[in-house]
């Protein structure tokens, strides 16, 4: 009963970054518990990606084979089916737009207590995850009260493991879904158009700081004075003010510029997920607090609105 | 057909602010309509006001008295009726835990007997993002989570959605109902309330339901999870803060970007 249960994220027949990151978190609460690490792989060729999956730390991995697209009906069976079978202590998913999807339910079937995009762990006799709150303003330390709980993780915050090892590798025994609830169809390419910025080398982004679709205008122009490619924060796109595939973020592209200017993005874990490997980060906020200072290499603490034409200026334009 | 809307009124926090004990003084909280459940509200109304027959749009939601504001906004939006539950027991502690939620919407909603229960991604204070998917299975009901696209034909056939996943990617996927689904930003443009939708919102049904009401044992609602620290995070921030005027802080910014060497010429 001081096992861990982490559930490794695929897509289109390869393991996501995130599984790697998963398995290390899954080694640093086992030494922490004093059980060992299963990792469970959901559909697709699970044999074959729990080949890729055994690393260093792993005791065992359980794999349901099935086709390839995701169906949550089979990670709720398959990991409802794991812990009957090692009865773990805690289950660790990603939090993932899929863990987010299979995760919740999982609890609910166990009647476990969960808690959702831990970005620290740390085990004492009981398990206290560390997340973040109010747009990551604050942070909060959330003992869980129970002796068993699903987590999930925000797996960037973790290193990916690397040693290779030699978990035992099992199929689980379960009378496999037999009427799914739901039908993955296809998978779309949103981000896709004649316009990749995840080539630009300079780009400019603007945020909900720009307040007004017509303010738009003075970052079209910064834009342009400076030969830069225009980008932007989520709800620029949500507001339809700009196309998705000018979006950087987890949801949208990651890019790595040599300079990437943030225009009144106050920097949600989401956005610096997507920009954070620039080279040369500036930003341009009004909150001096705001997150995207975490990752700027220079911040300009004013009013967009001031400092944008002063800029255009600088760089010969004419703002509007 | 039957459409559930579950929302909640979240608390958005000052620029400026401090944490006392494990919370923040009311003094810095501003109190709104959760931003994503806005969305779900815009949805449920697109998908009454664009079919003939009846829909009906009922808006649930766990919160105190001061929350009806929140709840009569989405009624002024074009719900309905509203459902809201309140309760000495759920007042405290004031983190309410992903189990808690699920086990009274779920009560609610049985009550209710919806086609279809929308609801937003996440809420934008404790960020869970799992009510919706775990009241979806408490209910035995189908789910997608994290849809941005929604197209219902009838409540005998199965929706399909879109769920937005990472990297620019959408899972098209077909889901029997009925079902819970949690909808993203941006599959709508929410609307304003308009003056006459806020007149009407006045008289709408707004029924205010207590544990007992719901036949919820006090006892099972036991959290478990317990808030035991709440804290400014620490910066770990190395940015070089460009000071003074617009005027200047843009001469020193342009000479770093052309020293990054992007600029042509």
Redesign the interface.
């Known amino acids: 009963m001081s096992d861990v249960l982490a559930v490794a994220d695929h897509r289109e027949g390869e393991p996501r970054d995130g599984s790697y990151r998963l398995i290390t978190a899954g080694r640093e609460l086992v030494a922490e518990t004093g059980g060992t690490l299963h990792l469970v792989v959901v559909g697709g060729d699970a044999d074959r990606l729990a080949e890729d999956l055994a690393r260093a730390g792993v005791d065992r991995i359980h794999t349901l084979r099935h086709e390839q697209a995701f169906n949550h009906d089979l990670y709720v069976e398959a990991i409802e089916a794991v812990v009957a079978d090692v009865e773990p202590q805690f289950v660790l998913a990603p939090n993932s737009v899929n863990g987010m999807d299979y995760a919740p339910a999982v609890a609910t079937a166990l009647d476990w207590p969960i808690v959702t995009d831990a970005i620290d762990i740390a085990y004492d006799g009981s398990l206290t995850a560390t997340r973040e709150m109010y747009g990551s303003k604050v942070q909060t330390d959330v003992r869980v009260s129970e002796p068993v709980a699903v987590v999930t993780i925000r797996d960037s915050e973790w290193e990916p493991t690397e040693d290779a090892g030699d978990p035992t590798i099992t199929p689980i025994e379960t009378a496999e879904a037999e009427s799914l609830g739901s039908r993955v169809l296809d998978i779309e390419d949103t981000g896709a158009g004649d316009l990749d910025i995840a080539e630009a080398e300079f780009i400019v982004s603007v945020g909900r700081g720009i307040e007004e679709e017509e303010n738009l205008e003075l970052i079209e122009r910064l834009a342009e004075t400076t030969g830069a490619t225009l980008a932007a924060s989520r709800p620029i796109v949500d507001n339809g003010w700009l196309p998705s595939n000018r979006q950087v973020g987890q949801s949208g592209k990651t890019v790595e510029p040599d300079v990437y200017i943030a225009i009144g993005i106050s920097g949600a874990v989401q956005h610096l997920a997507g920009m954070k490997q620039a080279d040369t980060i500036i930003a341009i906020n009004t909150d001096p607090d705001a997150p995207i200072f975490e990752v700027a290499d220079y911040g300009i603490n004013g009013d967009l609105f001031d400092v944008v034409p002063a800029l255009i200026e600088e760089f010969g334009g004419t703002p509007p | 057909m039957r459409v559930a809307v579950t929302v909640r009124e979240v ?3 000052d ?1 400026n ?1 401090e ?1 006392s004990g ?1 919370s ?1 003084p009311e003094q810095y909280l501003e109190y709104d309509l959760n931003e994503w459940d806005d969305y779900a509200v815009e949805e449920a109304v697109q998908l009454k006001e664009a079919r003939d027959e009846d829909v009906e749009v009922v808006v649930v939601a766990i919160g105190p008295e001061r929350s009806e504001e929140t709840i009569r906004m989405a009624l002024a939006k074009g719900a309905d009726r509203a459902v809201r539950i309140w309760d000495d027991a759920l007042a405290d502690p004031p ?1 309410l ?3 808690t939620q ?1 086990t009274v919407l779920a009560a609610a909603l049985k009550a209710e007997d919806p086609d279809l229960v929308l609801t937003g ?1 996440q809420a ?11 009241l ?3 209910l035995g009901y ?5 849809v941005n696209d929604l197209d219902v034909v009838d409540p005998s056939e ?1 929706a ?1 959605v ?15 109902l009925p ?1 819970v689904f ?1 909808i993203q ?2 599959i709508n ?1 929410p609307r304003y309330a308009s003056l006459m939708g806020i007149r009407q919102a006045q008289s709408k049904e707004l029924q205010v339901l207590d544990l007992d009401a719901l036949g919820i044992d006090r006892d099972a609602i036991t ?11 620490t ?8 000071e003074g005027g ?2 200047e ?3 020193e ?2 000479e ?2 052309r020293d ?5 010429g």
Do not use: C, Q
């Not at chain 2, 937005?164 to 098209?172: S, W």
């Not at chain 2, 999870?225 to 400014?232: C, V």
């Not at chain 2, 990054?260 to 042509?264: F, N, Q």
């Open positions: 608390a958005a926090v620029d602010f944490v494990t923040i983190l835990d992903v189990r699920r991604v934008s204070d404790d960020a869970f993002g799992a009510t919706g998917v775990a979806a299975h408490a189908e789910w997608a989570a994290v199965p399909t879109h769920r937005e996943l990472e990297g620019g990617l959408e899972e098209v996927t077909e889901v029997n079902a949690t930003t941006g443009e959290p478990a999870l317990e808030l035991e620290a709440m804290y400014k995070p910066s770990e921030s190395d940015a070089e803060m460009i617009p005027d802080a843009a001469g910014l342009a770093i970007v990054a060497g992007v600029i042509e």
